[in-house]
């Protein structure tokens, strides 16, 4: 169960959009936005609002491979997998950082909840390639060596 | 309105809808998954395509018919295109057919011989899905789904519900209720559309039958079955008899072939209805209180009104469902009737997926006790029937069991939408003239229509009625209600298109030409009935003498 603030404040972002079923997406990003993930119980209870069937809510939802219904690390690292990128060899640079992590396709985000990695298929930045993000901050022209250094770097921010 | 070349013939068409339709009036049966009349056009599955004098290709469900048109269906493209659309759904399907729930009568299957599909060149690497066995209703096996979306659009447009949707994309999408959950932790009301639609095993009937055959094998059990009005207009689809042919007789004579001790008739249990839910409606009426009075014979409906309209529960009637006052008398006589030591196991033969619930809903239980055992669905009753080697068609009817054998025409109508209102007016009229009885049979009550609307003048008072079929014209007519938009006197509501006659354990298919067989069958069976109002039914007045003296709210009304 949510606390009463995640609800408040999604019924505040839902004021912002209007309660139709044409502003499912906008909302739904807001509240991913706000807690970088979208809670389960927070679409069941925006598709109510809406007036959508929760069935429906979650067609949407799971459609768009940027909704997670996991909450993610404080740090999430995006390494593109485009063509630009992938040619550029970034696939290393996933297995690196997939082996310090000790995370998998399948295991994304880490226990501390500090860092979770995805792969995006284009950041639209291929002149930099191969190239990541971590929480939309642009990593350029990586090796597997920058990626580590920049977990251990993010290890000693946080 | 024009006309159309279809492989080189010319056809009228008038107000059709789609180019499907004028095809199909051509007496082409061209293939379709996706494709029912009364849901909107979703044109995924491609199996109708037909090509134009210029060689394009175009599904026919969504093109909308132009005067003029020349249009071939069945060409070497169009041949090869639609054995590689099935080639590629085989491919992807969990092809156990001979295990399946739907073997015999799935539509995939069918097409796949009638195209000639012999071989699939593609391995199926989809990952196998756990069952959804959770329901009391139905079974859904998303292996066997096709992704036709009928199940999707029914749930929704018919049913104003929307349980089921598709989740995902691509090679990963599934039909699937909210963040993947099991049925029965959703809002789903087991009114069993979905598998009445559903081409394939995705979604089936949870059955019973087996419980039911070893109970027929325990001496020391007294099997009884009570029979819903429905199921006699059905149950001969699957035995070549034609379709909307009463064969209670029949059916009757098969079950104690099968081995039922004695075999009555919901429609007693209808006529009890009638007699409590009239006496309720005067009763509100008189005092002006809680009006509209809701039917409470459908779970579906129920259901649904407890889900999405809480505020507005309390209107349901409080009277049981005829299966389950049914059930209630039936057990209190056993109590009663020492000279049996048997154990009386009462098995309730429906068209309905739902009323497997409704029996385990602890306020229609007696004193804590189950009323009705066992529900089988008119389709589980067609599979016991033919498991035990006997053909439907060639039985010779036998009559049902005394004293609950006997009903009246009221108690039939109550498988089609309207008949519940039909059945409670004559009691309320309380007039079996022949002139009276078409008078309200005229009132605007009978027919497919989702919402029906009429009024009755009772004595001085005029009574306004609703009777809806379908939940989601359920749902336009409860907005309606809680907005005060309408002030209705009596609701009825079956949550099935046209009534029970198309329930969600019926056998399939059930097209508008069923619907409207099996709907004239029900009236047919009122027709021949000598008796037509409930409180002429003589059994019904010996039993408020007898048996139920002092004891109608224990046995025909919730119990708290």
């Known amino acids: ?142 090796t597997p060596d920058d990626a580590s250094a920049l977990i251990v770097e993010l290890r000693g921010e946080a | 309105m024009g006309y159309m070349i ?29 494709y029912h009349s009364e849901l909107s056009t979703y044109g995924a599955c491609r199996m109708c395509v037909v090509e134009d004098e210029r060689g394009k290709v175009f599904a026919s469900c969504s093109e909308t018919p132009r005067d003029g048109m020349k249009i071939y269906t069945n060409t070497p493209r169009l041949q090869h295109h639609r054995k590689m659309i099935l080639e590629l759904l085989l491919a992807a399907h969990c092809r156990d057919c001979t295990t399946c729930r739907k073997n015999g009568v799935c539509t995939l299957q069918k097409l796949a011989l ?27 096996d998303p292996n066997k789904c096709i992704l036709c979306g009928d199940c999707v659009r029914t749930c929704d447009e018919i049913q104003g519900i929307g349980i089921l949707d598709f989740a995902f994309r691509g090679s990963k ?124 014979c459908c779970p579906g409906w129920v259901k649904f009104c407890e889900n999405k309209y809480p505020d507005l529960a309390g209107h349901i009637s409080t009277c049981r469902s005829p299966q389950q006052m049914f059930g209630a008398v039936l057990k209190e006589e056993a109590r009663e009737n020492r000279e049996d030591t048997r154990k009386t196991v009462l098995v309730s033969i429906m068209p309905c997926t739902a009323k497997k619930g409704e029996i385990k809903r602890p306020e229609h239980f007696t004193d804590g006790e189950q009323d009705v055992d066992y529900v089988l669905t008119t389709n589980e009753v067609t599979r016991m029937i033919k498991e035990e080697g006997i053909d439907l068609k060639m039985v010779e009817p036998e009559a049902m069991d005394m004293p609950f054998g006997i009903s009246s025409g009221a108690g039939a109508i109550f498988g089609v939408t309207g008949g519940v209102t039909e059945a409670v007016l004559r009691r309320l009229l309380n007039s079996n003239k022949a002139d009276v009885l078409q008078d309200i049979s005229f009132t605007g009550i009978r027919g497919a229509e989702g919402i029906k609307e009429a009024s009755v003048m009772l004595g001085e008072r005029e009574v306004k009625i609703a009777v809806v079929n379908g939940l989601a014209n359920a749902g336009r007519v409860m907005d309606r209600i809680r907005a005060g938009k309408a002030d209705y006197d009596f609701v009825e509501v079956m949550a099935c298109k046209r009534g029970c006659i198309a329930g969600g354990g019926q056998p399939v298919p059930i097209g508008p030409r069923t619907k409207k067989a099996r709907m004239d069958g029900i009236y047919k069976v009122d027709r021949t ?28 009304h919730n119990q708290k």
């Not at chain 2, 809808?17 to 998954?33: C, E, H, M, Q, Y």
């Open chain 2, 173 to 296: 999408m599934q039909v699937t209720p909210a963040f993947n959950k099991n049925l029965s932790e959703t809002d789903c009301v087991g009114c069993g559309q979905c598998r009445v639609v559903c081409p394939t095993g995705a979604i089936t009937i949870q059955e019973n039958v087996t419980q039911v055959w070893n109970l027929l094998a325990d001496k020391n059990v007294r099997v009884v079955a009570e029979i819903a009005p429905a199921v006699r207009v059905a149950i001969g689809d699957k035995f070549n008899i034609p379709k909307g042919e009463n064969t209670i007789g029949k059916l009757v004579a098969a079950l104690r072939r099968i081995g039922f001790d004695e075999i009555y008739d919901t429609n007693f249990g209808a006529d009890l209805t009638v007699m409590e839910e009239s006496k309720e409606l005067v009763e509100r009426i008189e005092s002006g209180e809680n009006l509209p009075l809701f039917t409470s």
């Open chain 1, 1 to 142: 169960m949510l606390d009463q603030t995640y609800y408040d404040k999604t019924d505040e972002i839902i004021a912002s959009h209007g309660a139709e079923s044409a502003s499912l997406i906008p909302i739904i990003q807001d509240i991913q936005n706000e807690y970088r993930y979208l809670a389960p119980e927070l679409l069941a209870y925006v598709a109510d609002k809406l007036g959508i069937s929760e069935a429906k809510a979650y067609s949407v939802a799971t459609f768009y491979e940027n909704f997670s219904f996991e909450p993610k690390g404080k740090y999430v690292i995006k390494v593109c997998d485009g063509t630009a990128c992938h040619v550029r060899k970034s696939i290393p640079i996933l297995e690196r950082l997939y082996s310090e992590l000790g995370l998998s396709k399948e295991k994304v985000t880490t226990d501390d909840m500090l860092f979770t990695l995805e792969t995006v298929s284009c950041l639209g930045a291929c002149g930099l390639a191969p190239v990541l993000t971590v929480n939309d901050k642009v990593y350029p022209k990586m």
């Open chain 2, 114 to 140: 009638q195209l000639g599909i012999h071989e699939i060149r593609f391995e199926n690497n989809k990952p196998m899905l756990p069952l959804d066995t959770s329901s009391d209703c139905i079974v859904r």
């Open chain 2, 6 to 34: 279809i492989n080189n013939r010319r056809y009228e068409f008038t107000d059709e809808k789609n180019v499907l339709s004028v095809i199909r009036k051509a007496g082409i049966d061209l293939p379709t998954f996706c």
């Open chain 2, 529 to 556: 009935a000598q008796i037509k109002l409930s409180n002429e039914n003589p059994i019904i007045m010996t039993l408020y003498d007898g048996l139920l003296k002092g004891r109608e709210h224990k046995l025909l």
